[in-house]
């Protein structure tokens, strides 16, 4: 017989594809998209996935045989492998490494000498029934009669009888094991001996270990005029594009517009990616969708149980195999780019600017809003891109005409924008007329907006209560002993932490160098400005919104629970205040200091403050009212600002992606960025002269660095950064196996051990 090989991609950071001989009992059941375990290196076993069947044997060395088969059907269609090469190539990591981002763990097994374990159990439950041919009013009471001699057993039948209907009927329903043994001492015995005489039947159901509710499909919401108008734009556009960029001001109504679009998809009877920033799945949204979709709707992200994650994958398998359970539509986070989606019509990336679609870490760094633009390709489906604030790479993209672009300008119930309030705080200290943090401005329209019975949000980049803390005697600022950074403080847990590793000490009364008592707080964070809000206005019931208030996932519902029952009046937070808050009866949104996001030192600083802070802005004023905003800033002439009080993104990103040519940035240019990691100060200044002067041959490229970024130790690792810059029709291919070239050499080089080196492909 001749003889088959499997060409695998196994779970590990080499190469790419893998070959097997397929043994002879195994050839039928061997399919692209299952997964097999294999024999790697001296003793070990991994699972891997079959990508490909082929007679050809790769060559004359030695080949090891699959063990055994895992999947009866396959876990993932060959165009969801595509997406996984793509990537590989394109964000420079391996496909092992994709794999391994993509697949829940509990898909990926592994372990030594065969004892691989799959660790997905199906939550099942035990369903008890009447034999069916005892079913019947006559013969019951015979039954009973014969159990005469087991008192105890023919208890439990009754007991059995009553709850699934009575004694006189037929086709009786059938009962959960657990509750019918429940109230019987010894109750599981008995039944069992119920089971053993074939009077009673047993047998597993799959229960659902996800949000299992039965809400019926409602209507959809009538669009407004212009939403109307908007959404037949968008359908010509995609005509003629393949990707539509739909650039609607906040409260505009745009998810109202991506559910008709979805709705229309489904019908067509594909299925439909909505992704959303892992934040922004909030229960509104996810309800809404519900309403709309029913349990037609998956819900996918991080925070998810594996066992969780596992169930939606199989369901959207299962909707391709037409079967009950499978979701049409999934609404996720970023990683949900890799559920085994067979037929897409439809993607849709909301707030397709937001840094979160980029996965930092581990590889590969891939970006979702780009992996969606690829996917959209692949399926032949249509994407649709939604912001207030389009990144300049999608704007751009709009702009040369490569995306079809429609404009939403008209808010929802309200015809104008808030309105922008700029205070100076230079001014403001300058005559004292400071309170506390608050400008005049500031604390004015808190007090009036409370008096109306609204509620406030405040903005502050800055967890934490002062992101220093300083002795005014000798100068002593604490700093991290693993990083480069100062520790932070955070009053109420009494300590100094370290926001990138986690380090942390308790809250000096003090000074350990001089033993001055002067030492002083300085700066502001979150949990200063919830303190000293709830000083300042003594009635009013302040909340916080931040990493350290929300860790566990009901904290952050529960706070969004209270801001909508309106039993919090003010909420002050990180950028999670931000994003996707829609709140009916919020007035003011109050930026505290705008100077941290304008003077940051990025080149994308400025897209970023202006999209956050317009953000911000987008949380006051829904439905009837018109919201203001408060901005303080000591620099109210900057040129960020002044386009945001004129709510001119057009005008911000002129300007702004003109500078960007000039000095050869995105989204003009592309960008690689290599980071070297050493505990070793010369050892990463050495590695990276030696890749930087490799890297320098190449023609068509620009090169930065090496440099210490920003912060230039992190966990006791000193870093050194190459930046690559090329023009974005260089002939990337060359580029990127230069890079790799220069990759491999630079670990090889003696000494290297202990090396890390970190590759982003578009770093953001
Ligand atoms: P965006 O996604 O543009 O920020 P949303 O779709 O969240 O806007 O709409 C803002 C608010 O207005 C939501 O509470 C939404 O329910 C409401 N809304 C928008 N359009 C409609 C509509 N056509 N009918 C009813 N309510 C709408
Ligand atoms: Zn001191
Ligand atoms: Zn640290």
Redesign the pocket.
Request: net charge positive; aromatic share 0%; hydrophobic share 15%.
């Given at each position: 017989m001749e003889e088959l090989f499997a060409e695998v991609i196994l779970p590990l950071p080499l190469q790419d594809r893998y070959t097997y001989l397929i043994p002879g009992h195994l050839t039928g059941r061997i399919k692209p998209g299952i997964r097999v375990l294999v024999p790697f290196g001296r003793r070990k076993i991994y699972s891997a996935l079959v990508t490909e069947i082929t007679p050809l044997s790769p060559g004359d060395f030695e080949i090891r045989q699959i063990e055994t088969v895992l999947d009866e059907d396959p876990i993932i269609h060959p165009v969801n492998v595509e997406l996984w090469k793509w990537m590989a190539e394109y964000y420079m990591s391996a496909q092992g490494e994709v794999m391994n981002t993509a697949l829940p763990s509990a898909l990926k097994p592994e372990g030594r000498d065969g004892s691989v374990e799959e660790r997905f159990r199906e939550k099942t439950r035990t369903i008890i029934s009447l034999n069916p041919e005892l079913d019947s009013p006559e013969k019951i009471p015979d039954i009973l009669a014969a159990l005469k001699r087991a008192p105890v057993q023919q208890t439990l039948f009754s007991h059995f009888l009553e709850l699934t209907g009575g004694k006189d009927i037929r086709n009786r329903e059938t009962i959960d094991r657990k509750s019918l043994i429940q109230e019987t001492k010894n109750g599981a015995n008995v039944l069992n001996e119920l089971i053993r005489k074939g009077i009673l039947f047993s047998r597993q159901e799959t229960i659902s270990r996800l949000y299992s509710e039965t809400a019926r499909q409602g209507d959809l919401?009538?669009?407004?005029r212009w939403?109307q108008e908007a959404i037949e734009e968008i359908r010509l556009k995609f005509m003629e594009k393949q990707t539509v960029l739909i650039h609607?001001v906040?409260?505009?109504?745009?998810?109202?517009i991506y559910i008709h679009l979805m709705d229309e998809i489904c019908r067509e009877g594909k299925q439909v990616l909505y992704l959303v920033p892992e934040i922004s799945l909030t229960p509104q949204i996810i309800n809404?969708l519900r309403k709309a979709f029913s349990n037609r709707v998956g819900i996918y992200h991080s925070k998810m149980s594996d066992s969780e994650r596992v169930e939606v994958w199989n369901r959207v398998l299962h909707f391709t195999r037409g079967e009950e359970d499978g979701y049409q539509i999934i609404l996720g986070a970023r990683s949900s780019v890799f559920l085994p989606f067979a037929d897409l019509g439809l993607i849709i990336v909301d707030e397709e600017h937001e840094n979160s679609y980029k996965q930092h870490d581990p590889a590969p760094r891939y970006h979702a809003r780009d992996m969606a633009v690829v996917m959209g390709q692949q399926h032949n489906a249509r994407v649709l891109l939604g912001s207030a604030t389009p990144s300049f790479e999608t704007y751009l993209n709009a702009m040369s005409g490569k995306y079809g672009l429609v404009k939403l300008l008209h808010r929802?119930?309200s015809a104008n924008p808030p309105e922008i309030i700029i205070a100076d705080l230079q001014q403001a200290y300058k005559r004292r007329k400071m309170i506390s943090i608050l400008t005049p401005e500031l604390h004015s329209e808190i007090g009036r907006t409370l008096e109306k019975g609204q509620q406030v949000i405040l903005f502050q980049n800055r967890r934490g209560y002062s992101p220093f803390l300083e002795c005014m005697n000798c100068g002593w600022i604490p700093a991290c002993q693993n990083c480069d950074v100062s520790l932070t403080i955070h009053k109420k847990a009494g300590r100094l932490s370290c926001h990138y590793c986690g380090h942390h000490i308790k809250l000096p009364q003090l000074c350990p160098r001089c033993n001055s008592d002067t030492i002083k707080m300085r700066g502001t964070g979150t949990e200063k400005i919830e303190d000293e809000i709830s000083r300042i206005f003594p009635e009013a019931k302040v909340a916080r919104m931040d990493l350290d208030s929300t860790r566990s996932k009901t904290a952050f519902e529960k706070i969004i629970h209270q801001l909508e029952t309106k039993k919090t009046d003010i909420l002050a937070g990180t950028q999670m205040v931000t994003k996707g808050l829609?709140i009916e009866h919020v007035g003011l949104a109050g930026v505290i200091n705008a100077d941290n996001l304008l003077n940051y030192p990025d080149f994308r600083a400025h897209e970023r403050a202006f999209q956050l802070m317009m953000q911000v802005s987008?949380r006051s004023g829904?439905?009837e009212n018109q919201g203001k905003v408060v901005i303080q800033t000591s620099q109210p002439e900057h040129p960020v600002i002044r386009y945001l009080v004129n709510n001119d993104y057009e005008g911000f990103f002129n300007e702004h992606v003109a500078e960007r040519k000039a000095f050869f940035y995105p989204p003009w240019f592309k960008m690689i960025r290599i980071a070297l990691k050493h505990k070793q100060q010369a050892t990463v200044d050495s590695a990276a002269d030696f890749m930087a002067r490799m890297l320098r041959e190449l023609r068509q490229a620009k090169i930065l660095g090496p440099e210490y970024p920003l912060i230039g130790r992190v966990q006791q690792l000193y870093t050194k950064e190459i930046w690559i810059k090329f023009p974005r029709q260089a002939a990337s291919v060359e580029i990127r196996q230069a890079v790799a070239g220069a990759v491999r050499e630079t670990r090889e080089l003696p000494g290297n051990s202990g090396l890390i080196i970190q590759i982003d492909a578009d770093p953001v």
């Open positions: 919401n009538l669009l407004n939403q609607g906040t409260a505009s109504g745009k998810t109202e809404r929802h119930g829609d987008g829904r439905k």
